[in-house]
């Protein structure tokens, strides 16, 4: 409380911290300094998808369905198994799961006891190989566990998909269901931990081929819009130019 009051300003991640410090502190300044994107780095138009599909054995016409980060507790990455059971008829779609984390084990013993021949856990690669894998799938799923503290929650992998022109199934609820489904038009929220929501957001995805990409052009247009990292330094650096 002491430094809060002490403080020209205070910076927060999300929306959601700002708002918390100022109803705690309604003297002191907040500033909302979110995560952003390279956008030049994460560039749909310069990255080539490479023989990166054929490599993981996948084909041309397989509908990829990626998450890529840690494979932990607070993901409740089970969500994405219950929904590849529930999907197997469908011999198209395929959901990849790269990283590593202590939930690993778990999941790929579920995997085996309910055979899943539609999930494929992949080791996370470095930062340099991301735009290739990105640009070679079709969507991501951001998933967290249905947590009140995940109300606030904006995972930072969504910036990435969304630079590489990737829709998105989302399920974080709150602030991050607020900008990145509602307000960008990014692709489909599902509820967390619903593993029927998420394969409905998936049919209705896939209900229209035309869906992928009108998706994928919103999620691009709206991080240069709103979370360009070059344009968030920038306001930034002018805010502290203030306090000189």
Not at 80 to 87: E, F, G, S, V, W
Request: aromatic fraction near 12%.
């Amino acid at each position: 409380a002491k430094l809060y009051r002490q403080s020209v300003f205070v910076s927060g991640q999300t929306q959601g911290i700002c708002k918390n410090i100022q109803q705690r502190f309604p003297e002191v300044k907040t500033y909302w300094l979110p995560n952003g994107v390279d956008l030049s780095y994460y560039n749909p138009s310069e990255t080539q998808a490479g023989n990166w599909r054929p490599k993981q054995g996948f084909t041309v016409d397989d509908v990829l369905f990626l998450y890529a980060g840690i494979i932990g507790i607070a993901q409740g990455l089970e969500v994405i198994l219950k929904a590849a059971k529930a999907l197997q008829d469908n011999k198209r779609l395929k959901f990849v799961l790269m990283g590593s984390g202590p939930e690993k084990q778990k999941l790929e013993r579920l995997k085996t006891e309910w055979a899943l021949n539609n999930v494929f856990f992949l080791d996370a690669v470095t930062k340099t190989e991301m735009p290739e894998v990105l640009k070679s799938v079709n969507a991501s799923i951001i998933p967290l566990r249905k947590l009140e503290l995940f109300l606030g929650a904006i995972p930072s992998k969504i910036f990435e998909s969304l630079a590489m022109e990737l829709p998105i199934l989302l399920g974080v609820d709150g602030e991050a269901r607020d900008l990145f489904i509602h307000q960008g038009q990014c692709g489909y929220y599902f509820e967390p931990e619903n593993e029927e929501a998420l394969v409905s957001a998936i049919r209705e995805l896939c209900s229209d081929s035309g869906n992928f990409t009108k998706f994928g052009k919103n999620g691009r247009t709206y991080v240069q819009r709103q979370f360009d990292r070059e344009k968030i330094a920038h306001a930034f650096m002018e805010e502290l130019k203030k306090y000189e």
